[in-house]
């Protein structure tokens, strides 16, 4: 049974829908269960300003999206990459201590949810992808 929790969260669509506007863009498809994303990050004065998406996915993917397109509006390039590999690696040590600003992940990402990690980390990946090229 899903947690009404996520379900709130994947229910916040105000950043679905791409705007062919971006500074940066991506799109992944999970290999495991066949999940796709594809976003857009727009940035005003080296910070990320919005982060635009549409998925094909689960509630555990949408959830994800929807909290990580809040929580990294106003970090610069730099952050939101060194935060996300953080964000990973702990996730892979299964240590769910999170950093101030991503602590409402806590809701989505517990040990309950490990069997999803792969849906979790989709947008993750989608970001650093975007942010690398």
Known sequence: MIDNEIIKI?????????????????SLKNSICGD?????LIFKQSKIYLMKYETEACIYCEASASLLANKIKNLTKENAIKNLCL?????????????????????????KNYNRINCI??????????LRK
């Open 10 to 26: 994947a229910l916040n669509t105000k950043n679905v829908g791409l705007t062919n506007s971006y500074t940066y863009k991506s």
């Open 36 to 40: 796709k994303i594809k976003l857009e």
């Open 87 to 111: 964000l990973k690696k702990m996730l892979k040590t299964k240590k769910y201590i999170f950093p101030a600003k991503f602590k409402e992940f806590g809701k989505l990402i517990n040990k």
């Open 121 to 130: 980390n989709l947008p993750f990946d989608a970001v650093l992808k975007a």
